[in-house]
Nanobody
Framework: QVQLVESGGGLVQAGGSLRVSCAVSGSNFSTSDMGWYRQAPGQKREWVARISSRGIGFYDVSVKGRFTISRDNALNTVYLQMRSLKPEDTAVYYC????????WGQGTQVTVSS
Protein backbone atom coordinates (compact mmCIF):
# COMPACT_ATOMS: atom_id res chain seq x y z
CA GLN A 1 0.00 0.00 0.00
CA VAL A 2 1.08 3.55 -0.56
CA GLN A 3 3.28 5.32 1.99
CA LEU A 4 3.76 9.08 1.98
CA VAL A 5 6.43 10.88 4.01
CA GLU A 6 6.46 14.66 3.91
CA SER A 7 9.35 16.78 5.12
CA GLY A 8 10.93 20.20 4.85
CA GLY A 9 8.44 22.39 6.62
CA GLY A 10 9.40 25.07 9.10
CA LEU A 11 9.00 28.65 10.25
CA VAL A 12 9.63 31.41 7.73
CA GLN A 13 8.93 35.13 7.58
CA ALA A 14 6.41 36.54 5.16
CA GLY A 15 7.99 36.97 1.75
CA GLY A 16 10.35 34.09 2.32
CA SER A 17 10.74 30.75 0.58
CA LEU A 18 10.57 27.11 1.57
CA ARG A 19 10.65 23.78 -0.24
CA VAL A 20 8.76 20.76 1.04
CA SER A 21 9.32 17.22 -0.17
CA CYS A 22 7.32 14.01 -0.21
CA ALA A 23 8.82 10.55 -0.56
CA VAL A 24 6.37 8.03 -1.99
CA SER A 25 6.49 4.26 -1.88
CA GLY A 26 4.09 1.45 -2.60
CA SER A 27 2.62 2.92 -5.77
CA ASN A 28 3.42 3.23 -9.45
CA PHE A 29 4.85 6.65 -8.81
CA SER A 30 6.16 7.40 -12.29
CA THR A 31 2.75 6.82 -13.88
CA SER A 32 0.73 8.59 -11.16
CA ASP A 33 -0.44 12.16 -11.01
CA MET A 34 0.57 13.64 -7.64
CA GLY A 35 -0.82 16.48 -5.61
CA TRP A 36 -0.06 18.74 -2.68
CA TYR A 37 -2.78 19.62 -0.22
CA ARG A 38 -2.85 21.75 2.91
CA GLN A 39 -4.95 22.10 6.03
CA ALA A 40 -4.97 25.23 8.12
CA PRO A 41 -6.15 25.17 11.75
CA GLY A 42 -9.92 24.80 11.90
CA GLN A 43 -10.17 24.51 8.12
CA LYS A 44 -10.85 21.68 5.71
CA ARG A 45 -8.00 20.14 3.79
CA GLU A 46 -7.67 21.84 0.41
CA TRP A 47 -5.93 21.07 -2.82
CA VAL A 48 -2.96 23.31 -3.67
CA ALA A 49 -1.20 21.92 -6.72
CA ARG A 50 -0.91 18.83 -8.87
CA ILE A 51 1.60 17.46 -11.32
CA SER A 52 0.87 15.02 -14.09
CA SER A 53 2.93 11.93 -14.73
CA ARG A 54 4.51 13.89 -17.57
CA GLY A 55 5.50 16.75 -15.30
CA ILE A 56 2.85 19.34 -16.13
CA GLY A 57 1.82 21.42 -13.13
CA PHE A 58 -1.55 22.88 -12.20
CA TYR A 59 -2.21 25.29 -9.33
CA ASP A 60 -4.97 26.69 -7.21
CA VAL A 61 -5.44 30.37 -7.90
CA SER A 62 -4.30 31.22 -4.36
CA VAL A 63 -0.76 29.95 -5.04
CA LYS A 64 -0.38 30.32 -8.78
CA GLY A 65 2.75 32.27 -9.63
CA ARG A 66 4.26 31.71 -6.18
CA PHE A 67 4.44 27.90 -5.84
CA THR A 68 6.06 25.40 -8.18
CA ILE A 69 5.42 21.66 -8.07
CA SER A 70 7.99 19.25 -9.45
CA ARG A 71 8.85 15.58 -9.31
CA ASP A 72 11.84 13.26 -9.51
CA ASN A 73 10.69 9.87 -10.76
CA ALA A 74 14.10 8.32 -10.06
CA LEU A 75 13.69 9.19 -6.36
CA ASN A 76 9.91 8.68 -6.16
CA THR A 77 9.70 12.17 -4.70
CA VAL A 78 7.48 15.16 -5.34
CA TYR A 79 8.41 18.70 -4.30
CA LEU A 80 6.65 21.96 -3.69
CA GLN A 81 8.78 25.09 -3.94
CA MET A 82 7.03 27.96 -2.19
CA ARG A 83 8.03 31.60 -2.70
CA SER A 84 6.63 34.93 -1.58
CA LEU A 85 5.01 33.15 1.33
CA LYS A 86 2.13 34.81 3.12
CA PRO A 87 0.76 34.25 6.64
CA GLU A 88 -2.34 32.69 5.08
CA ASP A 89 -0.12 29.93 3.65
CA THR A 90 0.35 28.66 7.20
CA ALA A 91 -0.89 25.06 7.30
CA VAL A 92 0.10 21.43 7.47
CA TYR A 93 1.10 20.38 3.97
CA TYR A 94 0.39 16.87 2.67
CA CYS A 95 1.05 15.08 -0.57
CA UNK A 96 -1.06 12.33 -2.08
CA UNK A 97 -1.96 10.72 -5.35
CA UNK A 98 -4.52 12.22 -7.68
CA UNK A 99 -7.21 11.13 -6.85
CA UNK A 100 -6.00 10.83 -3.26
CA UNK A 101 -5.45 7.53 -1.53
CA UNK A 102 -7.35 6.98 1.72
CA UNK A 103 -3.93 6.79 3.37
CA TRP A 104 -2.32 10.11 4.25
CA GLY A 105 1.11 10.88 5.62
CA GLN A 106 1.81 12.87 8.76
CA GLY A 107 2.22 16.09 6.81
CA THR A 108 4.77 18.83 7.37
CA GLN A 109 4.01 22.07 9.20
CA VAL A 110 4.64 25.35 7.40
CA THR A 111 4.31 28.49 9.50
CA VAL A 112 4.63 31.95 7.95
CA SER A 113 5.07 34.81 10.38
CA SER A 114 3.99 38.34 9.55
Amino acid sequence: QVQLVESGGGLVQAGGSLRVSCAVSGSNFSTSDMGWYRQAPGQKREWVARISSRGIGFYDVSVKGRFTISRDNALNTVYLQMRSLKPEDTAVYYCNLIPPSVIWGQGTQVTVSS
